[in-house]
């Protein structure tokens, strides 16, 4: 018997999750969440080069264009927590396939939207299917992250970082597809096609994919989990990243076609600088703070520092009083994929270790409730960064916008310095363990 700390409820020992996978069944497993993270993030991608030009011959404004790529983020945002408590029910490979498929069809349904009237309800309806869509996402990533913390227990962060070189590949190939679709056969086509390619990844999964099993005892909660100082200073690095990259979708593409005079298909490419260094250097990072658990902290300080520079450097700031050459331009989102594939990579390991060491049991459950909050935080980000930038967009101007989002990471890393500081500083007078150090695998968690 082992008692929990944050619930004060028993749970019998037989709830936690011993299934060892043997290496066959994790190369499956990581072959199908890639195949889903590539044909998904390819979806997602697609929007940005396209959708902004289109909406506002529409009659949307850029405030608009924002707001609805915030929508999908902010409606994702509020689904997770829910579903992550619903995965010992439902079961994570059901609500993952059932998500994806919600997706794709979603994705397919965007496309038509240009034939609606334009204005309001071209505007309505897409808020609508966008809600729809995000509902999709939210199980998809939330049972995705479960599914492949429960086959990887010691490798969570490798294992991480080869699904975010699929994200990385997704994200490289989307836009560029997109444009070449859309100059073959109009708006509609590369919504249609990349929806159809998630689509087929269902039945894929159907086969591959077990079913992953657990304890439907309830447990700690997103509440208890967010008492964890450890765990709210990593939700600050994981929703800033999310941020970063979410403000450049309403803001990359107008932004070079007015400042380097640039087509669509030209547009489309400049995605790629940020999504390729993203994504190769994903797995590589992973397995270095896999093996070395206490860099992971001091790599998402350093690399959100660095993710502030790029920012900074982005427009640049106005004061600099000069522009920007292209491949300038270009050498700086190269540099911002790398740090925000640096901040981001470790976090989920962190938030998930520092549950376990404060009394969360190693289940389901727990998996989910990690998963969900994970996904929010995630999804947040994405709510705040299309937004401010549509914003900030109108009101200040691009080069000003980028200039203020950076800023923010700044902040971020400024906190988890002093954080780290001030946690030094408490252990130096206590003999409290550092709560950051793992557990051994088979230790028993402490009461």
Same mark, same amino acid.
């Given at each position: ?106 994705? &397919? %349904?965007? @496309? *038509? #939207? =240009?034939?609606?009237?334009?204005? +309001?309800?071209?505007?309505? $309806?897409?808020? !609508?299917?966008? /809600? ?59 919504? &249609? %096609?990349? @929806? *159809? #390619? =998630?689509?087929?990844?269902?039945? +894929?999964?159907?086969?591959? $994919?077990?079913? !992953?099993?657990? /304890? ?62 993203? @994504? ?168």
């Amino acid at each position: 018997m082992a008692e929990l700390t944050v619930t004060g409820l028993k749970e019998e020992r037989e709830d936690a999750m011993p299934t060892v996978y043997s290496k066959k069944r994790q190369i499956l497993t990581v072959i199908s969440l890639s195949i889903v993270n590539l044909s998904t993030m390819m979806n997602l991608s697609v929007m940005g080069p396209l959708f902004p030009s289109e909406a506002m011959r529409k009659g949307a404004s850029q405030t608009v264009v924002g707001l609805v790529f915030g929508c999908y983020s902010l409606v994702t945002l509020s689904a997770a927590p829910l579903l992550g408590t619903f995965i010992p029910n439902i079961g994570a490979k059901l609500m993952f396939l059932s998500g994806v498929f919600l997706s794709g069809l979603c994705s &397919i %349904v965007f @496309g *038509f #939207l =240009v034939n609606a009237p334009d204005g +309001v309800p071209f505007i309505s $309806l897409c808020f !609508v299917i966008q /809600s729809f869509g995000a509902i999709g996402c939210a199980s998809s990533m939330t049972s995705s992250f479960t599914i492949l913390a429960h086959t990887f227990p010691k490798n969570i962060t490798t294992a991480l970082g080869v699904l975010e070189l699929f994200s990385g590949l997704g994200f490289l190939l989307g836009p560029p597809l997109g444009g070449f679709l859309y100059a073959l056969g109009g708006y509609e086509v590369p919504f &249609i %096609v990349v @929806g *159809f #390619l =998630v689509l087929l990844t269902v039945p +894929v999964n159907m086969i591959i $994919l077990l079913s !992953v099993q657990g /304890s439907k005892h309830s447990g700690g909660s997103f509440l208890n989990l967010l008492r964890i100082s450890e765990i709210l200073v990593v939700s600050l690095v994981v929703c800033s990243i999310g941020s970063a990259l979410g403000f450049l979708d309403p803001t990359l593409g107008p932004f070079v076609k007015e400042e380097y005079d640039l087509d669509s298909f030209q547009t489309s490419l400049v995605f790629i600088a940020t999504s390729l260094p993203y @994504g190769i250097c994903s797995p590589f990072l992973g397995y270095f703070t896999n093996n070395r658990p206490n860099f992971g902290w001091w790599m998402m300080t350093a690399c959100s520092a660095g993710g502030a520079l790029c920012f900074c450097l982005l427009g640049p700031i106005p004061v600099f009083k000069y522009k920007m050459e292209l491949w300038h331009f270009i050498t700086v989102l190269v540099v911002m994929g790398i740090f925000s594939s640096g901040a981001f990579v470790p976090s989920f390991a962190g938030i998930l270790l520092s549950a376990k060491n404060h009394g969360f049991e190693d289940n389901l459950r727990t998996l989910g409730l990690v998963s969900g909050l994970f996904t929010s935080l995630w999804s947040l980000g994405n709510v705040i960064g299309p937004t401010i930038a549509g914003i900030l967009s109108d009101v200040a101007g691009y080069k000003w916008a980028f200039a203020i989002e950076g800023s923010l990471l700044f902040l971020v890393a400024i906190i988890m310095i002093l954080f780290h500081l001030c946690s030094h500083k408490s252990r130096n007078r206590s003999p409290v363990p550092n709560q950051l150090e793992p557990l051994e695998e088979n230790s028993p968690l402490q009461s």
